[in-house]
Each structure stands twice: as C-alpha cells, then as structure tokens.
C-alpha cells in the first residue's frame, strides 16, 4: 500500500523535531494545509506514543481495515482504558465494521468478541480474523442492531466503535440493547462527537461541512449522560471527551482521505473548539424488567356473528 504524503505527527498536539523545524505552538495555531515536502517514514505512520498497543499493529493492516472516519483501533484502545475487562468475558462488539476492534479486543484482553455488524460482510471478516490467528475467539455475525439474534443477559458487555449514533439516539433502543446484557454488565460507547451541542446558527467554519454531511446524528458527551440516564436502564459511570481529540480524527482522514477537503478544512479551522472523540459507559441496573420488542401478543381468535341481526 502507498501511503500519502502528509504532516502527520507521532503526537498530533506537537510537531517532531527530527521532521519538522516549525514550533508547535506556529503549526497548531494556523489550519495546517498539509504540504507535500515531508514524507512519514512508513514505520512511523500511526506511531503514536498516545496509543501503545494500537502502535504495535502493522499500518498496512490498520489502514487496510478502514471503515469509517475514525480509527477503531485509538478508539477501542481509548474505551479500554477505563474499562475492566477479563480473559474469558463474552463481549458484543456492535457494528465493528471490519472487525478491526473486535480482533483487538480479543488480543490484548483475551475476552470472547462476537463481531456484529449489518454493513461489512461476516465472510469478508472471518477471513481477517484467521489471518490474525484468533478464530477461536472472534465470531463474524452478520446481524441489524435492532434486530439481534442473541439470547438475553447472554454477554457480560456491549462495545461499540463509532458506531451508535447511527442507531442509539432512539430514546427505546438502549432499554432493547440492555436485555442481552448481564444485569450489572457494561455498556460502552466510543466515537466521533461534539465538545459541546452545537445549537442553530450553525458557526460559519462549519458552515460547508455541516450542509455536506447534516450530522444531526453526533452529539456531546453530555448529552449521551442525559440520553441514558433518562432510559433508566443504566447507571452511567462515565462520559467524557478525549484531549486533543480533533487532530486524531484530522490525522486519521488525511489518512484514509485525503481527499475529503471540507471535512479537513473544519477540523482545522475549528481548531478542536467544537469537534472530538466522546465516550460513554453504563452498567446495567439490577433486577430490571425490560420489554421484549419482539413480543408478540398470542393468537386468539374466535368467530363471532358480524352484525346484530345476522343469522
């Protein structure tokens, strides 16, 4: 794979100095118009002193698995931090996309991944997951989130990677996620978000990405806190948003994209004030009883006369 040439730093809030002669405080200050002079040596590229595990994964392999606009592996390696996960925990990875965090997960925490996604091909990714030798702990399933074909309280917890906006602002899904997971289980969110809700008029920097990608669907940490805690369904232990998280997402679609020039022309203009990564973790309530949406009320009929006169 030919990587494109970029200002693409092993620590995006800083500039190397055996790369580049520029001060960090000139080249974050200014929208970065990634210039052509400079080349990231291919064993550097997503080197990122921030992400050490993540660092330890070939780049031809991340960038090969790309999915979306996020990298999975920061993302994944991000919610981790703060999360208490076990050799041997059954884990749902929902909307993995390319299995990318699903075979993550499973190496560095030896916990059991069913990969679940509607988009990405389960045949696509087995093949990837026995080319990194953990068959016999990550499971492709091809499966809609809100139609899952698994049993309840069936796994210890939910993750998902920049993925649940596209379905979890429905105020009913969380109370039907909740039933396949273990009463005291987790649930854990990590993805692209807002610092803060950004309210009409729209900023005038984003004003061009905004009408391109009308993301109605991306929200801040806070607003995930009072999303879930209005469901009743979870005790919300954390939400936050990641320091420095614009330029990750900004590095990684120069990446990925870099041909995307409106949504890194508001990355860089916006300079991290409204733009991030946001996370956010609950455990299941005890003793909850949550409606089965796929509960269907037995037939019963009977014939009965039609009309008051009939025969």
Avoid at 59 to 73: F, I, K, R
Avoid at 99 to 115: C, D, K, N, Y
Avoid at 167 to 173: K, N, Q, R, S, V
């Amino acid at each position: 794979m030919e990587f494109p040439i970029i200002m693409l730093n092993k620590q995006p809030s800083a500039v190397s100095v055996d790369t580049f002669t520029e001060s960090a405080d000139n080249f974050d200050s200014q929208p970065q118009s990634f210039s052509q002079e400079y080349q990231m040596p291919k064993d550097e590229c997503l080197s990122y002193p921030r992400f050490p595990r993540t660092s330890a994964y070939h780049p031809d392999w991340v960038l090969g698995g790309a999915s979306g606009g996020a990298n999975p592996l920061w993302l994944t390696e991000w919610l981790c931090e703060v999360l208490d996960l076990q050799p041997g925990m059954r884990v749902l990875d929902l909307g993995c996309g390319r299995a990318m965090s699903s075979i993550f997960l499973h190496r560095e925490f030896g916990v059991q991944v069913w990969a679940t996604d509607l988009w990405y091909s389960a045949s696509e990714n087995i093949q990837r997951i026995r080319d990194a030798g953990v068959e016999a702990g990550v499971y492709p399933i091809s499966a809609n989130a809100r139609s899952l074909p698994f049993s309840e309280e069936y796994f210890d917890a939910v993750i998902s990677i920049d993925s649940f906006m596209y379905y979890g602002t429905d105020e009913l899904y969380l109370s039907d996620l909740a039933r396949f997971v273990k009463p005291g289980g987790l649930i854990a969110i990590a993805q692209a978000g807002f610092v803060n809700e950004i309210e009409h008029p729209i900023p005038d920097h984003l004003s061009d990405w905004w009408a391109a990608e009308n993301p109605y669907i991306l929200h801040s940490a806070d607003w995930w806190r009072q999303h879930w805690e209005r469901s009743g369904v979870v005790d919300v232990t954390r939400t936050d948003t990641m320091p420095e998280g614009w330029q990750y997402w900004r590095d990684w679609i120069q990446l990925i994209a870099p041909e995307n020039e409106t949504e890194l022309t508001a990355l860089n203009a916006d300079a991290g004030r409204n733009f991030s990564y946001i996370r956010a973790i609950g455990r299941r309530r005890e003793g909850l009883q949550l409606f089965d949406p796929n509960f269907r009320i037995p037939a019963e009929y009977q014939q009965h006369p039609l009309l008051r006169n009939s025969q």
